[in-house]
């Protein structure tokens, strides 16, 4: 049998830090990866044959839990009629009809391969529309590894706390602005400054990359009107609320109206699929029917969009999302509990089927607070689950996800394992 351990090895050799994506190599919470066989519901299964009740969800897309049928014959029907056209097909009609119909703000869209393509190619729409170019990011925000982000960013960054990237230049650092997350004064404050040179300011609408932060009331608001006064465009980076925290993500969440959002994970099924949308005066600035350059071989590829139909088949059910938060309050509340009966300093948010968890008393909604956070618990508590079949995010700057796959047996034997996670790693 090839272990976890041997194959690691060989990884390491071929692949920097052995994987093919930061956070993946469990740098943060130390020791070493496991390398999944396959994948079912909620469950991950490692080249061992331990199972794992997984709320990674491949970070964020599998929410209706792994293979679901739905998805993968849809995938196995397109797959019979050729992998890729490099001319336009059906399917991306009908993905841009759904799209634009479960998110008003979106009157037309252009279908990318990933979350960091679809963030890129929104800022260049913000500067080619506006011919201005600041953009304003927050801290502790990841919008992918497109070189304007990668000031100060969270995610895999902040893990290694390495806040920006050699190999950024500094002259487009210099163009990127940051602000703290939830500080509205913040914001109006860099605005009177810069407000008339700022391209656009993108967020994401729910923080997910320094744990789970929500927005506090009339954030997201204030941003919008700020955008609009200064004339910069309001940038919602959805990649991962999109059809997770509500079927038209943050916005309808929220009721706020971004100019331009983007979109990745659970819009691809599985499959690499990213997305940005807007406002059509701006969207028709982009090639072909505009001078704003952005292409792709692979982009609105059939069996991508195959399963990210299907995905937004499933989202669709009535009473989908009810469930889904409803299970994830089980667990957020569960935990809490668990932690309470336990004398452990523990917090937690939760948006729709997205949740953090904090080892500090205080509730979580700035960046400094995520950051302040007992990490070296956190990560005893990440072995402590794992030992225990339960497979968190591997750092403690990530958000977490259930899946409507999860069942409340699948909850309840997390609460079991966090219980003995959390004495041991008290003891530790
Ligand atoms: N934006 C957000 C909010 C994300 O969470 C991520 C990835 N976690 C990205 C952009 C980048 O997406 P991708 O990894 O598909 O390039």
Excluded at 159 to 186: C, I, R, W
């Amino acid at each position: 049998m090839t272990t976890n351990h041997e194959l690691f090895q060989r990884a390491q050799q071929l692949m920097p830090g052995g994987v093919n994506s930061p956070v993946r190599a469990f740098k943060s919470v130390g020791g070493e990866p496991f390398f999944t066989a396959r994948a079912d519901g909620p469950y991950l299964w490692d080249v061992e044959g331990k199972r794992y009740i997984d709320y990674v969800g491949s970070w964020g897309p599998m929410i209706v839990g792994h293979n679901h049928p739905h998805v993968r014959e849809a995938v196995e029907r397109a797959v019979k009629n050729g992998l890729s056209y490099g001319t336009p097909c059906p399917a991306e009609v009908t993905m841009a009809e759904t799209i634009t119909r479960l998110i008003p703000s979106i009157d037309m869209v252009r279908m990318v391969n990933s979350g960091t393509e679809a963030t890129m190619s929104a800022i260049r729409v913000a500067r080619g529309a506006t011919g201005r170019n600041l953009i304003v990011k927050f801290e502790g925000c990841y919008h992918g590894h497109g070189d304007s982000f990668l000031v100060k960013a969270g995610s895999g960054a902040l893990t290694f706390g390495v806040p920006t990237s050699p190999g950024v230049p500094k002259a487009n650092a210099d163009l990127t602005l940051t602000l703290a997350y939830n500080d509205l004064e913040a914001a109006t404050r860099l605005f009177d400054e810069h407000g008339h040179d700022i391209a656009g300011l993108i967020i994401e609408p729910v923080a997910g990359n320094m744990n789970c932060i929500p927005p506090k009331d009339g954030y997201l608001q204030g941003l919008r009107e700020l955008c609009t006064k200064h004339g910069a465009l309001l940038i919602f980076d959805e990649v991962m609320t999109g059809f997770r925290v509500a079927l038209g993500g943050a916005q309808a969440y929220y009721g706020v109206t971004p100019d331009l959002t983007t979109f990745g994970k659970i819009i691809g099924g599985g499959m690499p699929v990213g997305a940005y949308g807007g406002r059509r005066d701006l969207m028709q600035q982009v090639a072909p029917s505009g001078p704003i350059y952005q292409a792709g071989t692979l982009s609105g590829n059939p069996v991508a969009m195959a399963a990210g139909l299907a995905m937004l088949e499933l989202i669709q059910a009535p009473g989908f999302y009810d469930q889904l938060a409803a299970r994830t309050r089980l667990l957020t509340d569960g935990l809490q509990a668990v932690a309470d009966g336990e004398g452990v300093a523990f917090s937690t948010n939760r948006v729709g089927g997205m949740f953090g968890l904090f080892f500090t008393r205080e509730k979580v909604d700035s960046y400094a607070q995520a950051t302040a956070a007992d990490s070296a618990l956190f990560n005893r508590f990440f072995h402590g689950m794992l030992e225990r079949g339960v497979y968190l995010a591997p750092s403690a700057f990530e958000a977490g996800f259930v899946s409507s796959a999860h069942s409340e047996q699948d909850i309840a034997d997390t609460l079991e394992a966090a219980r003995g996670a959390l004495r041991a790693a008290r003891a530790g």
